[in-house]
């Protein structure tokens, strides 16, 4: 399974979530619902996955968590909060950038529609 096709799977499952509970929760429920249910879907689905770095030849094991990676090949950052920004998109391409993904989603759960709430993010320097 192509990551297009893992990201089809993502966002009907974060529309159903949506729709079934609606925004208002936080940030660490919709990522164990969400997680459930992809896995029942068959997915392998990891949950705050620490990514090392490296910076000026000196690893660090814990540059960052992941809130979700599903078939170690899509990065999942969940938000719950009023408006995703610029920032958080250039932080889950960063993301993708050091754990070497070529596709991520921002998911905010707080919006009151759904596709309102969906980003997808392309890292282009990935193979």
Same mark, same amino acid.
């Given at each position: 399974?192509?990551?297009?096709?893992?990201?089809?799977?993502?966002?009907?499952?974060?529309?159903?979530?949506?729709?079934?509970?609606?925004?208002?929760?936080?940030?660490?429920? %919709?990522?164990?619902?969400?997680?459930? !249910?992809?896995?029942?879907?068959? +997915?392998? =689905?990891?949950?705050? @996955?620490? /990514?090392?770095?490296? %910076?000026?030849?000196?690893?660090?094991? !814990?540059?960052?968590?992941?809130? +979700?990676? =599903?078939?170690?090949? @899509?990065? /999942?950052?969940?938000?719950?909060?009023?408006?995703?920004?610029?920032?958080?998109?250039?932080?889950? +391409?960063?993301?993708?950038?050091?754990?070497?993904?070529?596709?991520?989603?921002?998911?905010?759960?707080?919006?009151?529609?759904?596709?309102?709430?969906?980003?997808?993010?392309?890292?282009?320097?990935?193979?």
């Amino acid at each position: 399974m192509n990551e297009n096709e893992i990201g089809k799977i993502i966002i009907n499952t974060a529309f159903n979530i949506h729709r079934d509970i609606g925004p208002g929760l936080l940030e660490t429920v %919709y990522e164990v619902i969400l997680a459930s !249910e992809l896995h029942q879907q068959g +997915l392998q =689905v990891d949950r705050q @996955v620490p /990514i090392a770095i490296e %910076y000026r030849g000196v690893c660090f094991d !814990e540059g960052f968590r992941a809130d +979700l990676i =599903v078939e170690n090949k @899509v990065i /999942i950052e969940l938000k719950c909060i009023e408006n995703l920004n610029n920032a958080h998109k250039k932080q889950l +391409l960063t993301y993708l950038r050091m754990a070497d993904k070529k596709l991520g989603y921002l998911l905010n759960f707080s919006e009151a529609l759904m596709k309102s709430g969906i980003v997808r993010v392309v890292n282009h320097l990935a193979e």
